[in-house]
């Protein structure tokens, strides 16, 4: 069972950036991909974006242009940049990782308000 931690979450103003982490207690060559899911208050979980085996990435159109999935396999974590925040980025944010099984991590709360 893959466990993930992830933190970096915080309060940001408008325009500004973050960038969250999720490090994995296993080898990340062990999973298929990993990515990031995320939660605003009163809606249902969002995909936001995605990296595979062999780097490969995809995004969700709110977050394209914006946001940047990375990962590091020596350290067993993945990260994700992200830039020029908005409101509607307001969310707790989880991390999960994807084997044969679907694994999450306990979310970390992302706040963008002036």
């Known amino acids: 069972q893959v466990q993930l931690v992830e933190s970096g979450g915080g309060l940001v103003q408008p325009g500004g950036s973050l960038r969250l982490s999720c490090v994995a207690s296993e080898s990340i060559f062990s999973v298929n991909a990993m990515g990031w899911y995320r939660q605003a208050p009163g809606k249902e979980r969002e995909w936001v974006a995605v990296i595979g085996v062999i780097g490969t990435t995809n995004y969700a159109d709110s977050v394209k242009g914006r946001f940047t999935i990375t990962r590091d396999n020596v350290r067993n974590t993945v990260y994700l940049q992200m830039n020029s925040l908005k409101p509607e980025d307001t969310a707790v944010y989880y991390c999960?990782?994807?084997?044969?099984?679907?694994?999450w991590g306990q979310g970390t709360q992302v706040t963008v308000s002036s």
């Open positions: 999960y990782a994807r084997r044969q099984s679907t694994y």
